[in-house]
């Protein structure tokens, strides 16, 4: 059976904590996030990272299923436009990212909860800006729960 | 408390209770689930004191929420997304969808669309009549009501009129499936419309098909007629019933005609005639709102429709009441002709041997369809042999800015109303859907409480009473997944008698034939 | 004595009919598949009902072919049940494998629906309101109608699913060739798609014409141009979903000169079909700044209607988000 767990459990509430998916490429956004932490600079700690070797190689199915899966927000970090280790992956990136945003606002999900970062290998700053700025709105958004919680199903009310 | 007590306690408890509902008199006749069906229908049928017929209500139970979900959806996409209303008539919807986006971008396609689309919809009515005659409608009256329960079905009708004629009937429908595909895409769910025009040319070769296939559908339709008038018309007992007053309801009629009153399931006025057949109102399709309304009743999710300026009076019939009916018994009511010569000739038959017009005997349909069927057939000829139809021109590309539009076609079933509203960008901000089974819903739930009526009479129901309950609305052809934008319906039921305490008194299953069996 | 004949059952959720045309459209082929199999539920044609198929043993019928989305408890219920006696049950029609044309629904929640259709409808008439009820007493009588959820589901999403045929309705071809193939016993693995496993551009008709490169400065909307009947449809800037789309109806809509929708679905690489095309059309946009990139997106409207017509409930998302949910009355 294809079944996916779409809400998990259901957490107190004085203590959300944003999941945030990041998928940083690996020539520089990824590159910069290390720096980021040999540097000892603070960021919130709430995003997985995850390395491609091009920002261009994150699906919109990635997207979608880490947000179905339960991340209450995704983040794609790539080269600065130009910079692209295989010249045109980014572009690729920026417009798959644009297509996916007019998706996401028709599926109801907050703008806040999706966004691209392009960030060079040493702006290691910018990699904790990014972080720490997205966490907080999507913490002030609430969790992403896609359908109601358990007791408001229908199986249990009709 | 010990167990032998308590349970001796608990079978005290139940008896008594079985005691006091034995003595409870009220009776409730609930047919359901109900299987033979394109979907779900569900009646409910409550006796009095004396064991009569109180009330007895034909609920359609589903809903899936076409005018809500298409909102946002651009308007070109819709004569693809409705056809989904119904799988049985996609092409009606589709049709209807087409025309609405005519209105909406206030184009008008070239003569040899026009064709085109009148060509292809005459083809699918064809096909979709003669399905109804031979597998739905027909096991009523070629096997008959009386016949015994297994014959009274498809296989009973192949019985009667031969494997080889099942042969016959099942090759004519594919052929006619077959050249809608040709033009349309597909037969279920076709894709060929477009505002302004249609998708794709008629080639020569094309054109020799539709020839070929239109001559053979006017032979197999006056074959059709001929066993019709054998095994009916000859039968004094179906002429009786059929004339019968329990299936007679004396209401409004509503159905498309042309610039002449005569019938046009393309294209024209929409006419209404009152009980006694006179001409009542004659309206443009883009002023249905000002005739048509809806009614809602919370114990069905269809919605009942009735003449707005007559009004709505509850389940009841007559002048004074606006309920009306549609589909092909009311299209030859309203009409003053056909346009095609042998089904003038049908049509003329008709009314002198039903006693002129207008036919208030719901049974009648089956027959009226036949002349129907006729009809396009031969229309079907007279387009396929238009030079015009090969024409290239078959598309003007709009270019005024969409905001309204209303699209009215005659389904096979009744009248189709598609009216949609649209941003600037053509988007679909509000749609409403009128479909065709739901402008005879109210009668409809008026002939099964009737019937039901007329014929059950304490709970002891007798066999072949579901039969004839379920004649009085197969009659319609009815499509319940229109009717709500839900589920496509024919109505087999299952009745089930039971007391007061849930007890099942007797159980009686009809099939989609129309033969009974007692369980 | 000859050996008992296989059982066969078909069965409707939230459907429209057209599933059941196609098992009709078999026409003159339809005459063997009776000779071979034991047709023992079909509630469109034959007289089974619910307490015919619980009477019967568990796993006792061969395959269960069910279309329809489930929309309903009872929808849920008969699908539990029709799985409990079948060996095989098929997910057969778009709307069981994908959710189907009524999954746009998911965009919009019951009350909306509600009101939409019996208070907001221009032609209905209702000055007190009245909306169907789950059960309503009328002078003594109690009558009543289900539910139906907020959600639309595949049935997958309910019970396990052996095989799929995809379609909108599926083509006879793909039917005939599913049916053969569970009765010569050559089961694939489970979980397979009946029809072939490659996109919708390699059985196209136009695909000499599709192009290697393609750069997209305006999507067309089919009434904005005069669709040529010989071209690859997407390289005349249509939506085509045909490169997200999985083969094996002869791309009968094409043939109609009309782009593809998705009704097959996806191939078995793709999980979520309405991401892949719009990865696919996002890739062929002509810009490479936000504002240029921007105006060519103003041309596709509908996003979630052009990707996932068919596809919404089996998509990754399932539904747009719901704030509120309230109990049926």
């Known amino acids: 059976m294809r079944n996916r767990q779409l809400t998990r459990a259901p957490q107190p509430q004085a203590a959300f904590e944003p999941r945030i998916v990041a998928f940083f490429c690996n020539w520089c956004t990824y590159l910069a996030a290390d720096l980021t932490g040999t540097s000892r ?100 958004l609430g969790p992403l729960q896609l359908e109601p919680k358990r007791e408001d199903r229908e199986e249990v009310a009709v | 408390m010990p167990e032998e007590k308590e349970q001796a306690l608990h079978q005290a408890w139940q008896e008594g209770a079985a005691r006091a509902n034995a003595g409870y008199v009220r009776r409730r006749i609930t047919i359901d689930p109900i299987t033979r069906l394109e979907g779900h229908g569900k009646i409910d049928i409550f006796l009095d004191e004396a064991g009569q017929v109180e009330r007895a209500y034909f609920q359609v139970p589903e809903l899936r929420g076409f005018e809500k979900f298409v909102q946002g959806r651009p308007a070109e996409d819709m004569p693809q997304i409705t056809s989904r209303i119904c799988g049985v008539c996609p092409t009606a919807h589709h049709m209807a969808a087409t025309k609405a986006l005519d209105n909406l971008y206030r184009v008008d396609p070239p003569p040899t669309a026009k064709k085109i689309r009148e060509l292809v919809y005459n083809t699918f009515m064809a096909e979709d009549h003669a399905l109804h005659f031979y597998f739905l409608g027909g096991p009523d009256f070629v ?7 297994a014959e009274r079905n498809v296989l009973g009708v192949i019985g009667k009129i031969g494997i080889e004629t099942a042969r016959r009937v099942i090759a004519m429908r594919r052929r006619w499936r077959e050249l809608i595909a040709l033009v349309a895409g597909k037969a279920v769910h076709p894709v060929f419309g477009l505002p302004g025009g249609v998708a794709k040319r008629v080639t020569p070769e094309m054109q020799k098909q539709f020839q070929e296939v239109a001559a053979e559908g006017v032979e197999f339709t006056k074959f059709t007629l001929h066993l019709f008038e054998d095994v009916v018309l000859k039968n004094t007992d179906y002429v009786s019933l059929i004339l019968s007053d329990l299936y007679t309801h004396r209401t409004y009629y509503m159905g498309m005609v042309d610039d002449r009153n005569r019938v046009n399931l393309y294209d024209g006025w929409v006419r209404v005639v009152a009980p006694d057949g006179k001409e009542w109102k004659k309206f443009r399709p883009d002023q249905y709102l000002e005739t048509i309304a809806e009614h809602v009743e919370p114990w069905s999710y269809v919605k009942f429709c ?15 009441s606006g309920i009306y009916s549609v589909a092909p018994l009311a299209r030859l009511n309203v009409s003053n002709g056909m346009s095609t010569t042998l089904a ?6 008709f009314f002198s041997v039903l006693g002129g017009k207008p036919v208030h005997h719901t049974l009648a349909n ?3 369809r036949l002349v129907e069927l006729l009809y396009a057939t031969e229309r079907m000829k007279e387009l396929a042999a238009d030079p015009q139809l090969t024409d290239p021109t078959i598309r003007v590309l709009p270019t005024e800015k969409p905001r309204e539009g209303i699209g009215v076609v005659e389904a096979p079933r009744g009248t189709l109303v598609h009216h949609y509203q649209t941003d600037e960008n053509g988007l679909i901000q509000k749609a409403n859907l009128i479909v065709a089974t739901q402008n005879n819903a109210a009668r409809m739930a008026m002939s099964v409480e009737k019937v039901a009526k007329g014929l059950i009479s304490g709970a002891d129901v007798p066999e072949g009473v579901l039969n004839r309950v379920e004649m009085a609305f197969r009659a319609y052809d009815p499509c319940h997944g229109c009717a709500t934008h839900s589920l496509p319906g024919s109505m087999p039921l299952l009745v089930r008698v039971r007391s007061q305490s849930g007890q099942t008194l007797a159980l009686l299953r009809r099939d989609f034939d129309g033969s009974v069996h007692r369980e | ?44 044609a034959l007289d089974f009902k619910r307490n015919d198929v619980e009477a019967m043993p568990d796993g006792s019928i061969m395959a269960t072919f069910l279309n329809g989305a489930i929309r309903t408890a009872e929808q849920e219920d008969m699908a539990r049940l029709l799985r409990r006696k079948s060996g095989l049950l098929v997910a057969f029609g778009s709307c069981s494998h994908l959710g189907g044309i009524p999954g746009l629904a998911n965009l919009f929640d019951r009350e909306s629906i509600l009101h939409a259709v019996y208070l907001e409808s221009p032609s209905t008439v209702n000055p007190e309101s009245v909306l169907p009820l789950t059960c309503h007493h009328d002078k003594g009588h109690t ?21 799929y045929v995809p379609g909108c309705p599926p083509p006879p071809r793909i039917l005939r060739t599913a049916l053969q193939t569970l009765l010569e016993g050559h089961l694939p693995p489970k979980g397979t798609v009946l029809a072939p496993d490659c996109a919708l551009c390699d059985e196209c008709p136009r695909q000499d014409t599709k192009p290697e490169t393609l750069s997209i400065a305006e999507f067309k909307r089919p009434q904005e141009l005069l669709i040529d009947e010989k071209t690859c449809l997407l390289a005349q800037g249509l939506t085509c979903i045909g490169p997200a789309t999985r083969a094996g109806c002869e791309a009968l809509c094409i043939q109609g000169n009309m782009p593809c929708t998705g009704c097959c679905g996806p191939t078995s690489r793709v999980q979520d079909q309405g991401a892949k095309i719009l990865s696919c059309l996002a890739s ?8 240029e990139i921007d105006r060519v997106l103003n041309t596709i409207p509908d996003p979630v209607g052009t990707f996932y017509r068919y596809g919404l409930p089996g998509s990754f998302l399932r539904r747009k988000k719901l704030n509120e949910v309230q109990a049926p009355k």
Not at chain 1, 59 to 64: E, H, K, R
Not at chain 1, 111 to 134: C, K, Y
Request: charged share 25%.
């Open chain 2, 366 to 368: 089956h027959w009226a």
């Open chain 2, 344 to 349: 003038q000739k049908a049509y003329e038959k």
């Open chain 3, 284 to 291: 062929l946009v002509e810009g490479k700044e936000d504002a």
């Open chain 1, 41 to 140: 600079m603070k960021y919130a700690p709430n995003v997985r990272v995850i390395r491609l070797m091009c920002s261009g190689r994150v699906d919109p199915q990635f997207v979608l299923d880490a947000f179905a899966q339960g991340a209450d927000g995704v983040l794609i970090g790539g080269c600065h436009p130009g910079d692209c280790h295989y010249q045109e992956g980014n572009y690729r990136t920026l417009r798959r990212y644009h297509l996916l945003r007019r998706l996401l606002r028709q599926m109801g999900i907050e703008e806040e909860r999706f966004r691209l970062e392009w960030i060079s290998a040493a702006e290691a700053d910018r990699v904790r800006n990014a972080i720490n700025d997205m966490v907080e709105r999507v913490r002030a």
């Open chain 2, 306 to 320: 009735y003449l707005k300026q007559v009004g709505w009076k509850g389940f009841t019939e007559g002048p004074e």
């Open chain 2, 143 to 149: 096997v008959g009501p009386d016949a015994p329960p």
């Open chain 3, 143 to 163: 009558v009543e109608l289900p539910a139906f959820h907020n959600t639309v589901r595949t049935l997958d999403q309910i019970v396990d699913v052996d095989y």
């Open chain 3, 1 to 44: 004595m000859t050996p008992a004949k296989p059982k066969l059952a078909f069965y409707w959720c939230s459907s429209c009919g057209g599933c059941e045309e196609t098992v009709v459209d078999l026409a003159e082929a339809i005459l063997d598949v009776v000779a071979a199999v034991e047709i023992v539920f079909w509630p469109v």
